[in-house]
C-alpha cells in the first residue's frame, strides 16, 4: 500500500501543468527557485510538449480529441464524488456519482458526456480543496518542474487526487503505468484542443502561435494562464 501511494505522487508530480505568467509577490525565500522552474517549464512547454501535441493533432483528429477530453473528464469523477462526501455536500455527491454511473455506461466508458443532458453537473472537487475546508492552510507558493503552480497542501491534495483514479486501481504495477499515461495523454490532448485543425488557414496557426508566445499581462489586465496546459485568458 505504501509503494502504491508513493507511485500516486510520482502521477501527481508527472502532471503537465504551466505557472502563469506573472508570479506573486513571494515572501517565502522561494523567487529565485520559482523562477527558475518556471522558465525550465516554459522551455518544456516550447521544445517538448508543444511539438508532440501538434504531431498528436495531426494524427488525432478533433472529434477524436474530444472523446478522448470526456473519458479523462469521467475518471475524475470518483475523486469528486468523494471529496464532496468529504466536504458534507451529499446532494452535489449524489449528482458526481450518477454522472459517473451514466456516462461510464450509455456513455461508453465516458468517451460521451450523456448526463450533461439531464443532470446538474456540479463543478470538480478536489482533495486539496477538502484540506482546505478542514483548515490545513496551503503553505507557501510553489512552481515545481514539470508540475507548475502549486503549494505544499496542493501537492498533497493531488497524492490523493491521483489515488482516487479508477486507472490507479488496477492490480500491481498496470495501475501506476495506466495513471502515469493517462496524466500524460490529459496534458497532450489539451494543448492539441487548443490548436487549429492542421490544414487551417496560416492566420488561424499565427493566432494560436501568438497566444502560445504571449506570456506578460495584457494591456488591459488580462493574464495568460497555462494550468493544465489550458491556454485560457482570465479576466
Not at 84 to 104: I, T, Y
Amino acid at each position: 500500500m505504501r509503494i502504491r501511494f508513493a507511485a500516486a505522487a510520482l502521477i501527481a508530480a508527472s502532471t503537465i501543468s504551466f505557472g502563469c505568467a506573472s508570479m506573486p509577490d513571494d515572501d517565502s525565500g522561494l523567487d529565485s527557485f520559482n523562477r527558475a522552474n518556471r522558465s525550465f517549464n516554459f522551455w518544456m512547454l516550447d521544445h517538448v510538449f508543444e511539438p508532440v501535441s501538434r504531431g498528436y493533432n495531426f494524427a488525432m483528429p478533433k472529434w477524436g480529441q474530444a472523446r478522448v477530453s470526456n473519458l479523462l473528464e469521467n475518471l475524475q469523477r470518483p475523486r469528486d464524488f468523494v471529496n464532496s462526501v468529504l466536504q458534507f455536500k451529499l446532494p452535489r455527491a449524489g449528482r458526481h456519482l450518477g454522472a459517473f454511473v451514466v456516462n461510464s455506461t450509455v456513455g461508453i466508458a465516458g468517451m460521451f458526456n450523456v448526463a450533461d443532458h439531464f443532470i446538474d453537473v456540479e463543478s470538480p472537487e478536489t482533495t486539496g480543496e477538502t484540506l482546505g475546508v478542514y483548515g490545513i492552510p496551503p503553505g507557501p507558493y510553489l512552481i515545481l518542474p514539470f508540475y507548475g503552480e502549486t503549494s505544499p497542501r496542493g501537492l498533497v491534495g493531488a497524492v490523493g487526487d491521483a489515488a482516487l483514479n479508477p486507472l490507479f486501481w488496477i492490480p500491481g504495477s498496470a495501475g501506476v503505468y495506466a495513471s502515469a499515461g493517462a496524466r500524460g495523454l490529459d496534458g497532450i490532448n489539451l494543448l492539441a484542443g487548443r490548436m487549429p485543425p492542421p490544414c487551417s488557414s496560416d492566420s488561424e496557426w499565427d493566432a494560436y502561435y501568438q497566444l502560445l508566445r504571449d506570456r506578460t499581462p495584457y494591456p488591459d489586465g488580462k493574464r495568460l494562464y497555462f494550468e493544465n496546459l489550458q491556454l485560457d485568458v482570465e479576466d
